[in-house]
């Protein structure tokens, strides 16, 4: 009671909030733009409490996967590779290829129906916790922000100062981080791509010889610096779908970051040595009017509106509420995780049947993935008749066709191939080699002769199934054409 509130000042451009609420407004122009369409820079103030740590803590953790990601090694695989160029993508050291593309579709299925019903139940948990724009604006390029220029304030004042050394130092040093950071993630995701090898490669070799990739690295590198230079909290409003797609997903029992109306209206400054009684029978609530939640908002909102699409569930304003409530003796969770149902009813957080429904499709789902791993082939073949040879017909009789073989080794060994004949009589030859050795997780390509007698023939063009062997066990039977002479 005897520690003053914390100055009680609104962003620039934007005014206290005043009772009764305008609840219109504020829907009607996104909080990061003017009416006019003019952008509206936003300067928060560094939040700090117990979300605020446990979000730091959770974004070092996944920033330390994103930037480990494909240096890490399992069985000689990058821990997550997603080589469009080779068509080769590496999840937890197992290497998927075009032929698994039914475990792809199902696994974005899986992953869309998991967002839905994390959403549903949740709400923005993704937005807050875990998406890496969030984590880099807010725990990385924001930090370093507030290091290099200070907190809100002192930006406000450096932004507003008419240019000096000082000004050009601070902002040329913040900005020569920025991009130097942004080239680092713009190399890490292009390890993503080609390969923590081939980028390894091209860093220590002569860069003339890779003034393309340079090039393209630069464009990278410089879309990033926009992004969280310049675009910033306008990526999530602009260009993010998902704070517009989540309106269809959230109802009144979402847990979502939400502000106790009924405890805190009718909003009025607090007065030191204030009787809560008194305060009571004024008709004033525990919100004291003191703007710190819109202070400390990375877009810009005003929580007490209600849910809003550029609320990204960061948890800054729990922080800063709960700080002041601390401050004059009232109880904390003013705002805090809530469903709708929970603040205008006291019911707590139930397990509906819309999302019962979306749990039943997202098991089916899962089940399906699961299945589909388990039984994926160790090897995939494609056996084609040459193109453009004819049969060929031996001094004994035999007649012979060239084949091309193309073989995915999906498994973690080199493994050594054989071909036979299922179901009829004679004999497929390796070309050049009594066996055909696969590399693990390499595609291998040879050409193989396959010889009938011409008595099985059933035609010009006879239906064949060759099997294929690894280590004396059939892991494949491949059917093909076979031609001969007419009949």
Same mark, same amino acid.
């Given at each position: 009671?005897?520690?003053?509130?914390?100055?009680?000042?609104?962003?620039?451009?934007?005014?206290?909030?005043?009772?009764?609420?305008?609840?219109?407004?504020?829907?009607?122009?996104?909080?990061?733009?003017e009416?006019?369409?003019?952008?509206?820079?936003?300067?928060?103030?560094q939040?700090?409490?117990?979300?605020?740590?446990?979000?730091?803590?959770?974004?070092?953790?996944?920033?330390g996967?994103m930037?480990?990601?494909?240096?890490?090694?399992?069985?000689?695989?990058p821990?997550?590779?997603?080589?469009?160029?080779?068509?080769?993508?590496?999840?937890? +050291?197992?290497?998927?290829?075009?032929?698994?593309?039914?475990?792809?579709?199902?696994a974005?299925?899986?992953?869309?129906a998991?967002?839905?019903i994390?959403?549903?139940?949740?709400?923005?948990?993704?937005?807050?916790?875990?998406?890496?724009?969030?984590?880099?604006?807010e725990?990385?390029?924001?930090?370093?922000e507030?290091?290099?220029?200070?907190?809100?304030?002192?930006?406000?004042?450096?932004?507003?100062?008419?240019?000096?050394?000082?000004?050009?130092?601070?902002?040329?040093?913040?900005?020569?981080v920025?991009?130097?950071?942004?080239?680092?993630?713009?190399?890490?995701?292009?390890?993503?791509?080609?390969?923590?090898?081939?980028?390894?490669?091209?860093?220590?070799?002569?860069p003339?010889?890779?003034?393309?990739g340079?090039?393209?690295?630069?464009?990278?590198?410089?879309?990033?610096y926009?992004?969280?230079?310049?675009?910033?909290?306008?990526?999530?409003?602009?260009?993010?779908?998902?704070?517009?797609?989540?309106?269809?997903?959230?109802?009144?029992?979402?847990m979502?970051?939400?502000y106790?109306?009924k405890?805190?209206?009718?909003?009025a400054?607090?007065?030191?040595?204030?009787?809560?009684?008194?305060?009571r029978?004024?008709?004033?609530?525990?919100?004291?009017?003191?703007?710190?939640?819109?202070?400390?908002?990375?877009?810009?909102?005003d929580?007490?509106n209600?849910?809003?699409?550029?609320?990204?569930?960061?948890?800054?304003c729990?922080?800063?509420c709960?700080?002041?409530?601390?401050k004059?003796?009232?109880?904390?969770?003013l705002?805090?995780y809530?469903?709708?149902?929970?603040?205008?009813?006291?019911?707590?957080?139930?397990?509906?049947?819309?999302?019962?429904?979306?749990?039943?499709?997202?098991?089916?789902?899962?089940?399906?993935?699961v299945?589909?791993?388990?039984?994926?082939?160790?090897?995939?073949s494609?056996?084609?008749?040459?193109?453009?040879?004819?049969?060929?017909?031996?001094?004994?009789?035999?007649?012979?066709?060239?084949?091309?073989?193309?073989?995915?080794?999906?498994?973690h060994?080199?493994?050594?191939?054989?071909?036979?004949?299922?179901?009829?009589?004679?004999?497929?030859?390796?070309?050049?080699?009594?066996?055909?050795?696969?590399?693990?997780?390499?595609?291998?390509?040879?050409?193989?002769?396959?010889?009938l007698?011409?008595?099985?023939?059933?035609?010009?063009?006879?239906?064949?199934?060759? +099997?294929?062997?690894?280590?004396?066990?059939?892991?494949?039977?491949v059917?093909t054409?076979?031609?001969?002479?007419?009949?």
């Amino acid at each position: 009671m005897s520690e003053p509130l914390p100055e009680c000042e609104p962003p620039a451009g934007q005014q206290k909030a005043s009772r009764p609420v305008d609840w219109g407004d504020f829907r009607e122009h996104l909080a990061t733009s003017e009416k006019d369409g003019r952008r509206r820079w936003i300067f928060a103030r560094q939040p700090a409490g117990q979300w605020y740590r446990w979000r730091t803590w959770m974004s070092w953790v996944l920033i330390g996967i994103m930037f480990a990601g494909p240096f890490v090694r399992i069985q000689s695989n990058p821990l997550l590779m997603f080589n469009i160029v080779e068509r080769r993508f590496s999840i937890l +050291g197992h290497l998927f290829w075009p032929e698994d593309g039914i475990i792809f579709a199902v696994a974005m299925l899986t992953f869309f129906a998991g967002i839905m019903i994390f959403t549903t139940a949740f709400g923005r948990l993704w937005c807050g916790w875990t998406c890496p724009q969030t984590i880099m604006m807010e725990m990385v390029f924001r930090k370093l922000e507030y290091l290099i220029e200070g907190d809100a304030h002192e930006q406000r004042a450096l932004a507003a100062a008419p240019w000096s050394i000082r000004k050009a130092v601070k902002k040329g040093l913040k900005h020569a981080v920025f991009l130097g950071l942004s080239f680092l993630i713009g190399n890490t995701l292009l390890s993503y791509i080609i390969g923590s090898d081939a980028l390894i490669h091209i860093i220590t070799s002569d860069p003339r010889g890779h003034l393309v990739g340079l090039g393209f690295m630069g464009v990278f590198t410089l879309i990033f610096y926009a992004i969280f230079a310049r675009f910033r909290e306008q990526a999530c409003t602009f260009i993010c779908p998902y704070g517009r797609f989540q309106s269809t997903l959230l109802d009144e029992n979402t847990m979502v970051v939400a502000y106790d109306h009924k405890r805190g209206e009718g909003r009025a400054p607090w007065k030191r040595d204030q009787r809560m009684e008194l305060r009571r029978n004024e008709g004033h609530g525990d919100c004291v009017d003191c703007h710190q939640c819109v202070a400390v908002c990375p877009t810009g909102i005003d929580i007490r509106n209600g849910v809003q699409m550029e609320c990204v569930n960061c948890t800054a304003c729990i922080d800063a509420c709960d700080s002041v409530m601390t401050k004059i003796g009232l109880p904390r969770g003013l705002i805090r995780y809530a469903s709708l149902n929970g603040i205008e009813h006291g019911q707590p957080l139930r397990f509906t049947a819309r999302m019962k429904l979306y749990s039943v499709v997202l098991t089916g789902l899962v089940s399906l993935f699961v299945f589909l791993v388990l039984n994926r082939p160790d090897v995939q073949s494609i056996i084609l008749r040459a193109p453009g040879t004819l049969f060929q017909q031996a001094a004994e009789g035999r007649i012979s066709n060239l084949y091309t073989v193309k073989v995915l080794n999906k498994t973690h060994r080199n493994l050594p191939l054989d071909f036979k004949l299922e179901g009829r009589e004679g004999r497929v030859v390796v070309m050049g080699a009594k066996q055909f050795l696969v590399p693990m997780d390499q595609l291998a390509e040879t050409s193989v002769i396959v010889e009938l007698d011409p008595a099985t023939l059933t035609g010009s063009t006879t239906q064949i199934a060759i +099997g294929v062997f690894a280590e004396g066990k059939r892991v494949e039977t491949v059917k093909t054409a076979f031609v001969g002479p007419r009949r």
